[in-house]
Nanobody, 121 residues
Framework: QVQLVESGGGLAQPGGSLRLSCAAS????????MSWARQAPGKGLEWVSG????????HYTESVKGRFTISRDNAKNMLYLQMNSLKPEDTALYYC??????????????WGQGTQVTVSS
């Protein structure tokens, strides 16, 4: 079955960096677009970033453009999110998600359990 396991979260200072990883299994990873989403305390789920199955195109929500970079390694079945210039408002539980097709960023059908990111001084 589809499994998505996130790691790399933790505590960072404002202006700092973290790199999230997502290990995928149970499906042909290289055939599907992937996304990252987050949920801040007391708020709804927010889509953050997505990448096509072949890595040829990436998308970001406006608030993270220029600070976050999504990438993937299809040989290792891994998805990444490099987060730089972190802000307190980036504090959230971050989820990795599989999309429904090779380019269907925004149409997620499976989710991981999440990894907590806290940005605080």
């Amino acid at each position: 079955q589809v499994q998505l396991v996130e790691s790399g979260g933790g505590l960072a200072q404002p202006g700092g960096s973290l790199r999230l990883s997502c290990a995928a299994s149970g499906f042909t990873f290289s055939s599907y677009a992937m996304s990252w989403a987050r949920q801040a305390p007391g708020k709804g789920l927010e889509w953050v970033s997505g990448i096509y199955s072949d890595g040829s195109r990436t998308h970001y929500t406006e608030s993270v453009k220029g600070r976050f970079t999504i990438s993937r390694d299809n040989a290792k079945n891994m998805l990444y999110l490099q987060m730089n210039s972190l802000k307190p408002e980036d504090t959230a539980l971050y989820y990795c998600a599989k999309c429904e097709g090779s380019q269907r960023v925004g149409a997620e059908d499976y989710w991981g359990q999440g990894t907590q990111v806290t940005v605080s001084s």
